[in-house]
């Protein structure tokens, strides 16, 4: 509620004295003739500012974790730093830090038997979609050798995530500079998992890095 409330006085401030921010972008955005109303432009910033900060920051904590339970795929990508790519790809399905989406059905839709009416609301849950056997082969093995991947864990079709190329970059740096930097990582002490129902990962992974040693000619 407080970084609600922080930008909504921000979307005050910015509707009276745009400047050349995110914020007054939104505010001054023109769709289809018209301007964004207040709730829009309020989520927005939350969704854009926080949400992928968040999302971003519980993934690399998942994957790290989730490399520290399977060193041998670390050690294969320090060997193959091409496989990179697919890597930020397994880590993303694998902690799917977005637990669910509501949806409402604009058409009558049967989904393997069930029938779904218009107007019905429906909760898309994306760690179950993620480890959908009929998709993914062995889909509780962390494998940054999967590919194809299509997973949803930065949604899919016109519902993508307007930041995933980024989130993308930010996840391949922090582990080629880990993998460069370090000789090992190990875990010292116990995860602290998130309380929500919201994001799916860790608050707190408390690692101990053992940096690389250089030789005298590097």
């Known amino acids: 509620m407080d970084i609600l409330q922080y930008f909504e006085d921000l979307v005050s401030t910015r ?50 974790l989730a490399f520290l339970q399977h060193p041998a795929e670390w050690r294969d990508l320090s060997k193959e730093p091409a496989l990179m790519p697919y890597a930020v790809e397994e880590v993303l399905r694998w902690t799917s830090t977005a637990t669910h989406i509501m949806r409402t059905a604009t058409e009558p839709v049967v989904l393997r038997g069930r029938r779904i009416e218009a107007g019905e609301r429906v909760t898309l849950w994306n760690p179950s979609a993620n480890r959908d056997e009929s998709v993914f082969a062995d889909s509780d093995c962390f494998n940054i050798r999967r590919h194809p991947n299509r997973h949803v864990a930065l949604g899919y079709g016109e519902h993508f995530c307007l930041g995933g190329t980024l989130a993308r970059y930010e996840l391949r740096l922090l582990y080629s500079e880990l993998l460069h930097n370090t000789e090992r990582i190990e875990l010292d002490g116990t995860p602290v998992p998130l309380s929500s129902i919201v994001v799916n990962g860790f608050e707190k992974l408390p690692v101990k890095f053992f940096p690389r040693q250089l030789s005298a000619s590097s």
Do not use: F, H, W
């Open 15 to 64: 509707t009276k004295c745009p400047t050349d921010d995110l914020v007054s972008a939104l505010v001054r955005a023109n769709i289809d003739g018209r301007r964004l109303s207040a709730d829009d432009v309020l989520l927005n910033c939350d969704n854009l500012l926080v949400g992928g900060t968040e999302n971003t920051r519980i993934a690399a904590t998942g994957g790290m």
